[in-house]
């Protein structure tokens, strides 16, 4: 009598499957999860309030213009790269190569645009985190800057070449303007 292999085929299948979906439950449980935190919120808080962040950008650009320098390069509230893929920075962005492996200087300043002068106080959360894990990530509230004749400034190390993102808001009273931009370290 012939003997029928086909049986152990289909178990010898199905077992490797199962193995692989083991596997990859395994893998995936060892791997770090790291929540996004664009405009330090949680992306459920972001998702459920965009349109009052872009609401309080508006309001805040009619009142104030936000000069965010980073070493020597100049930015408004921007926040369109949330919009982007990490990669696309190398193609569709303005937003490349802002950053330094090493030092980076950052000045934050806003000019009251009724009485076209600079305004001494107001609050600063920023954060400058790599996309990938906050291992590196780099907070700085008004403690950590030193005042200018015309705001803020603070020189922060940025350990790594690659991508990383600046994310923050500033505020003065209850107007507040946020801002996001993905850029590398060159």
């Known amino acids: 009598m012939k003997r029928n292999y086909w049986p152990l085929f289909f178990i010898a299948i199905f077992s490797f499957a199962f193995g692989m ?3 990859t439950i395994h893998s995936a449980i060892k791997v770090p999860v790291n929540q996004d935190e664009t405009f330090l919120s949680s992306y459920h808080d972001v998702d459920r309030d965009y349109n009052k962040i872009v609401n309080s950008n508006k309001a805040f650009e009619k ?3 936000l000069e965010l320098t980073i070493n020597k390069k100049t930015f408004d509230l921007e926040y369109k790269d949330m919009f982007l893929a990490q990669r696309a920075i190398e193609e569709k962005s303005k ?3 802002i950053f330094n492996n090493g030092q980076n200087i950052i000045k934050v300043a806003v000019l009251d645009k009724k009485t076209d002068t600079f305004i001494k106080d107001f609050d600063i959360k920023i ?3 790599r996309p990938t894990s906050h291992e590196h990530t780099v907070d700085l509230l008004n403690k950590d800057f030193s005042k200018n004749e015309n705001g803020y400034d603070v020189s922060i190390v ?3 070449k690659g991508n990383w993102n600046i994310t923050g808001k500033i505020a003065l009273g209850s107007d507040i303007g946020y801002f996001y931009i993905k850029s590398n370290a060159i």
Do not use: A, G, Q
């Open 63 to 65: 009142k104030y213009k």
């Open 127 to 129: 954060r400058v985190s």
């Open 158 to 160: 940025l350990p790594f």
């Open 21 to 23: 979906i083991v596997w």
């Open 95 to 97: 937003h490349k190569d």
